[in-house]
C-alpha cells in the first residue's frame, strides 16, 4: 500500500489547467471499469444509427429501469434526438468477438449513414419497439424513453428508460436469475478507448452484521 506522499497528487486547480486529452484521459480513467453497450436507435423515418457507450447505469430492479448518459447537445447528438423522437432505444452488451466493429460506431457519422451498415454489425428488429438491437450480442434490453433528467453541472442528460423487453443467451441465466457475464466473453471499458476481459473471482453470500465474508456454495 502505498503511502500519501508516494501517490501523485493533484488538485482542482491544477486539474483545471491540465491538457485537455491528459486531463480527458485520466478522469475518464480513475473511476475505474465501465460496462460496453451499444445504443440501438432510429429516426422516426427508421434510419438506423448505433453507438457505443460506458454510461449504462442500473436504476431500479422493480419495476426495472435503466439509464444512460448523454453528453452535452454541443453538437448534434443522434441516438438523443431519436429517442426523443420514437421514444424508444435498446441496450447490447459488447462481446470480444465484435468489440473493434462496435468501437468503429464513435467515429462521427452523418445521421444519414447508419453505423449498423458501416460497422459491419446487423440491426435486428422485435414487435414491440422499433428500435434495433443488435444481432451479434447476447445480451440485448429493449427500452422505453421514461423521463430525461438535465445535470446542470456539466449539461449532460441522464435519459432513463423502462425495460420492455430482454433478449438473452439462455446459457448466461442461472437457476436463480444470475446473469453470467463472464460466460458470454463481455468486454469492460477502462478509459475511453482500452477493452478489457472480464475474469470472475467468487459470488460473495449476503452481508450480515457480526459474520464474516463467505463466498456462495
Same mark, same amino acid.
Request: glycine residues 8%.
Given at each position: 500500500m502505498a503511502t500519501v506522499l508516494e501517490m501523485l497528487q493533484w488538485h482542482e486547480g491544477k486539474i483545471e #489547467?491540465? $491538457?485537455?486529452? +491528459? %486531463? %480527458? !484521459?485520466?478522469?475518464n480513467g480513475i473511476s475505474g471499469y465501465k460496462s460496453a453497450n451499444l445504443i440501438g436507435s432510429? $429516426? /422516426?423515418?427508421?434510419? !438506423? !444509427?448505433? /453507438?457505443?457507450?460506458?454510461? @449504462?447505469?442500473? =436504476?431500479? /430492479? &422493480?419495476? /426495472? +429501469?435503466?439509464? =444512460? @448518459?448523454? %453528453?452535452?447537445? *454541443? @453538437?448534434? %447528438?443522434? *441516438? +438523443? &434526438? !431519436?429517442i426523443k423522437e420514437t421514444q424508444y432505444f435498446t441496450i447490447n452488451a459488447i462481446q470480444q468477438h465484435f468489440f473493434g466493429k462496435a468501437h468503429q460506431t464513435s467515429a462521427n457519422y452523418p445521421a444519414s449513414l447508419s453505423e449498423f451498415n458501416e460497422a459491419g454489425l446487423t440491426p435486428l428488429h422485435s414487435e414491440l419497439h422499433p428500435a434495433p438491437y443488435v444481432a451479434e450480442s447476447d445480451i440485448r434490453i429493449g427500452l422505453e424513453l421514461s423521463e430525461e433528467l438535465p445535470v446542470k453541472s456539466n449539461g449532460t442528460i441522464i435519459i432513463i428508460g #423502462? @425495460?420492455?423487453e430482454i433478449q438473452i443467451a439462455p446459457k448466461l441465466v442461472g437457476p436463480d436469475g444470475f446473469v453470467n457475464l463472464s460466460k458470454a466473453d463481455i468486454v469492460a471499458i477502462s478509459g475511453l478507448d482500452a477493452y478489457n476481459e472480464v475474469r470472475p473471482l467468487e459470488r460473495m453470500a449476503y452481508a450480515r452484521p457480526g459474520t464474516p465474508p463467505n463466498a456462495l456454495k
Amino acid at each position: 500500500m502505498a503511502t500519501v506522499l508516494e501517490m501523485l497528487q493533484w488538485h482542482e486547480g491544477k486539474i483545471e #489547467k491540465m $491538457d485537455r486529452e +491528459y %486531463r %480527458r !484521459n485520466l478522469i475518464n480513467g480513475i473511476s475505474g471499469y465501465k460496462s460496453a453497450n451499444l445504443i440501438g436507435s432510429c $429516426d /422516426a423515418e427508421g434510419q !438506423n !444509427n448505433l /453507438a457505443i457507450f460506458s454510461s @449504462v447505469v442500473h =436504476i431500479g /430492479a &422493480n419495476p /426495472a +429501469y435503466m439509464g =444512460i @448518459v448523454i %453528453r452535452p447537445k *454541443t @453538437v448534434p %447528438r443522434h *441516438t +438523443y &434526438n !431519436n429517442i426523443k423522437e420514437t421514444q424508444y432505444f435498446t441496450i447490447n452488451a459488447i462481446q470480444q468477438h465484435f468489440f473493434g466493429k462496435a468501437h468503429q460506431t464513435s467515429a462521427n457519422y452523418p445521421a444519414s449513414l447508419s453505423e449498423f451498415n458501416e460497422a459491419g454489425l446487423t440491426p435486428l428488429h422485435s414487435e414491440l419497439h422499433p428500435a434495433p438491437y443488435v444481432a451479434e450480442s447476447d445480451i440485448r434490453i429493449g427500452l422505453e424513453l421514461s423521463e430525461e433528467l438535465p445535470v446542470k453541472s456539466n449539461g449532460t442528460i441522464i435519459i432513463i428508460g #423502462k @425495460v420492455i423487453e430482454i433478449q438473452i443467451a439462455p446459457k448466461l441465466v442461472g437457476p436463480d436469475g444470475f446473469v453470467n457475464l463472464s460466460k458470454a466473453d463481455i468486454v469492460a471499458i477502462s478509459g475511453l478507448d482500452a477493452y478489457n476481459e472480464v475474469r470472475p473471482l467468487e459470488r460473495m453470500a449476503y452481508a450480515r452484521p457480526g459474520t464474516p465474508p463467505n463466498a456462495l456454495k
